[in-house]
């Protein structure tokens, strides 16, 4: 059977009878909108990101069940990165006609596996016939107490720069498959399943102990200049403290041009965040609680050139700054 077959209508029925109404789901896929609740006094949060064929993913190197998990785990790092609790999730699907019934299920079954873990709903959608290209759309929602929302802006001269988990373990898988080279599992698996850092986030932002925070998709590098934008904030970082993989070090002792993908490969969907320097202690203890690494790796400077990285001597050295650019 093809997607012909059951047309739209029957996927979407598919997909109906295969989706549990979660909490707060009033209305969930089956009306022309769903109906959701939103905690009394609390902030709505949404995000949105597009995965395309041949944009962001190749269908010969992703398994369609990695597709459909990492689709939710880029929008709701976004969430994490807030600070926020994720909810509710839509999903726009284009579908080319080279795509079988038994993909289809394999997408969502990666999609509603992570989902699931991370107690979030798929509560509606789109689904359409596509020319050529698989593209794939998701919307998250989540909620937070006003007080609590963390924001890109807020970091202040002498904030001590964190990030959570390892840098640039995705970026060199990508490398590798477009080498021809077969990514080690614990790099690939990087690259192809990342997950949300939502715990830590909440905890960061419910514990009031950061003062800005920002997921990492585009590059260490690039993110920061987004976390420092607007504030003529600069900020220095340590070289020889950057977080990477035992893998990642093994890959890039043999290529050593390969050791920038710490600062500009993409897709890490680790938090950077600012912390005041009081609240160090706090912060580090995290990381037994919630089993990630959590690693200083700078500082926040009053203004001057945007970013210094600094080897272990303390003097600065040359990094190529390009993260991943569309355009
Ligand atoms: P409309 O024409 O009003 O947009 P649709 O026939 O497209 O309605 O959708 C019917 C129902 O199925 C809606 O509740 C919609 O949110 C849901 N839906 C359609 N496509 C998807 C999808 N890919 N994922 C989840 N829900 C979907
Ligand atoms: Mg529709």
């Keep these: 059977m093809s997607l012909h077959d059951i047309g739209e209508f029957g996927l979407i029925e598919q997909l109906r009878r295969s989706v549990r109404q979660g909490p707060g789901v009033k209305i969930g896929i089956g009306d022309d909108c769903a109906a959701l609740e939103v905690p009394a006094g609390e902030l709505l949060l949404v995000t949105n990101d597009l995965l395309l064929e041949n944009v962001h993913f190749r269908r010969d190197w992703i398994d369609l069940a990695d597709l459909g998990a990492k689709s939710v785990a880029v929008n709701l790092s976004d969430i994490a990165a807030m600070g926020g609790v994720p909810r509710y999730l839509v999903l726009g699907l284009g579908l080319p006609s080279s795509l079988t019934l038994g993909e289809i299920d394999r997408f969502l079954e990666g999609f509603l596996g992570e989902a699931t873990a991370n107690e979030v709903s798929l509560v509606g959608g789109d689904t359409c016939r596509a020319e050529q290209f698989l593209s794939v759309s998701v919307t998250a929602h989540g909620t937070i107490p006003a007080s609590e929302l963390v924001r890109r802006k807020g970091g202040r001269p002498g904030d001590l720069l964190y990030v959570s988990g390892e840098l640039g373990g995705s970026g060199l898988a990508l490398c590798q498959l477009e080498a021809g080279q077969k990514p080690e599992p614990s790099l690939a698996c990087r690259h192809f399943r990342p997950r949300a850092r939502l715990s830590l986030g909440r905890a960061l932002a419910s514990r009031g102990l950061v003062t800005s925070m920002i997921d990492l998709s585009d590059g260490l590098l690039a993110d920061l200049h987004h976390l420092l934008a607007g504030d003529s904030l600069g900020a220095v970082l340590y070289l020889d403290k950057m977080p990477v993989s035992e893998a990642f070090d093994r890959v890039t002792a ?73 355009f």
């Excluded at 160090?280 to 690693?295: A, C, G, H, N, P």
């Design 254 to 326: 043999r290529r050593p041009e390969w050791r920038n993908l710490v600062f500009n490969g993409g897709e890490d969907y680790e938090l950077l965040f600012t912390v005041p320097e009081q609240q160090r202690l706090e912060v580090e203890k995290l990381s037994e609680e919630f089993d990630v690494r959590i690693t200083e790796v700078g500082k926040v400077k009053k203004g001057g050139k945007p970013v210094d990285v600094l080897d272990a001597a303390g003097n600065p050295v040359s990094v190529a700054a390009a993260g991943f650019r569309h």
